[in-house]
């Protein structure tokens, strides 16, 4: 297995707080990206990093920034949460540019009360 | 724009029959095509791809797919399904551009009878 954890694993939060969370991987993979799941719709594209400091906008992105200061971690925020960004959420990895295949964190389940 | 189709939400079947899952993409030039299956409370964990060449591929779990250009389809198969098989199934292509990202249909839940 691809060596990717995702922290917390589980999270509630009231809604108007800021949230972080983090995805650490050991692969020193370049690209990294951040999907939520819900139901009905699989999963989408919130932002990923195609390097240190380089990111962009995935087709879910309003409510969530992105840092990645490091190969390593790829960190997702929400700045002000909201019930409608309850879900689990998916970090992923690839090592390279076009190949696509890209490999799963554990996810982290986030509820906004 | 670049579309995934689960068409089947929910399947049923019984241990040791055969399986089919459906999936058709929306996509201009010779895709990437991925099958991916999600256990419950777990990660995605790649089944197999598809990124040229044989058109029918082969997987892990004894698990393949078949590209079929015509039918714009990559169905998953399985000649006979075992308990552990049930899971959540995603199908995913590709997006344009060489970004590296994946669109997801919705996937289908496979449930199997004892």
């Known amino acids: 297995d691809a060596g990717i954890t995702q922290s917390p694993r589980h999270k509630v939060t009231e809604t108007g707080t800021p949230v972080t969370l983090r995805c650490h991987q050991t692969?020193?993979?370049?690209?990294m990206y951040w999907y939520r799941q819900d139901p009905g719709h699989g999963l989408r594209l919130i932002h990923y990093s195609y390097g240190v400091k380089d990111t962009d906008k995935g087709e879910v992105s309003d409510g969530y920034s992105v840092s990645r200061s490091k190969t390593e971690d790829f960190l997702l925020t929400l700045e002000s949460a909201t019930s409608s960004q309850t879900s689990v959420y998916f970090c992923a990895i690839s090592g390279r540019q076009g190949n696509y295949e890209q490999y799963f964190g554990p996810g982290t389940r986030l509820t906004v009360t | 724009a670049q579309s995934v189709t689960q068409p089947d939400i929910h399947i049923t079947v019984s241990e040791g029959a055969s399986l089919e899952l459906r999936c058709n993409y929306s996509y201009g030039a010779t895709p990437y095509l991925f099958w991916y299956v999600q256990s419950p409370g777990q990660g995605l964990q790649l089944l197999l791809k598809?990124?040229?060449?044989?058109?029918l591929v082969q997987g892990i779990k004894g698990f393949e797919a078949e590209f079929k250009r015509s039918q714009s389809s990559f169905n998953l198969r399985k000649p006979s399904v075992h308990w552990s098989d049930a899971a959540e199934y995603f199908c995913a292509v590709g997006a344009q551009g060489n970004t590296g990202k994946l669109i997801f249909g919705q996937g289908t839940t496979l449930q199997v009878k004892p």
């Open positions: 692969e020193n993979h370049r690209y």
């Open positions: 598809y990124f040229s060449g044989d058109t």
